[in-house]
């Protein structure tokens, strides 16, 4: 049987013998409080919020496939791909329509954005969020997360083959890209310390290089909105992550331009 806190304390205070039963009993108790708090430890490394509220992460479906599971059954099918545009990305996509919806109102843009989510889980959810949906074009902006360390450490060369990997189902499936290049971020709120504004920097050339290469359309949102830290403008977005509304509209011609050159290329 074991001791209630308590009583252990009454132990310790009336300074009476413990018996080996006690004794081995406490081991237990330790060891338990000592797994427990070994586990919590690891998961609050992996899963790291961006800010509150702002990371959908579900350790029950940890691509988000439901997400958008009912959003997508409900969207009108369309034919010979019609004139659809897919925003693929994260907290900043999914924040975009939040931010802005007259943007995306009377258009036929998509959000398909999830808070919190790293270029892996978007990977594994880009058939059903953005092939199954049938569109001309999809607007991918990613990898600020997976700089950020949210599901665990990474690299550079990670994150861009996996990027390269979206790029490369999109143009099987006659799907045009558009990709952008990760917004400026001279710290995370939610993670200080990791230095990501080089880490961006180079992934950014890294992206930049790919699409010269391969003919794909690039959107260059880092150069103009990067201050002098390579951190993003106060002007764009107060936490130095997220763009808000005055960033939104900066980036909407940006990526208009994007999209109408993206449709002109066969």
Known sequence: MGLSPSAILLLCNQHQPVSSGQVECLKQSNMKFL??????????MINVPEVEGQDNYDPNDWANLNYYKSANAAL???????????FMGNSITEGWLKADPAFFTGKPYVNRGISGQTTPQMLI?????????QPKVVVLLAGTNDIAENRGPTTLEAIYENIVSMAELAKVHNIRMVLCAVLPV????????????????RLNKMLEAYCRQQDIV???YHTPMSDERKGLQKIYGEDGVHPNLTGYRFMEPLVEAGIAEALKRK
């Open 186 to 201: 001279y710290d995370y709120p939610w993670r200080p310390g990791l230095q990501p504004a080089d880490k961006i920097y």
């Open 125 to 133: 959810r880009f058939r059903q969020d953005v092939i199954d949906l």
């Open 35 to 44: 797994y427990l708090f070994t586990a919590l430890s690891i998961l609050s």
């Open 76 to 86: 009108t099918p369309i034919t010979n791909h019609g004139d659809r545009v897919i």
């Open 218 to 220: 690039y959107v260059d």
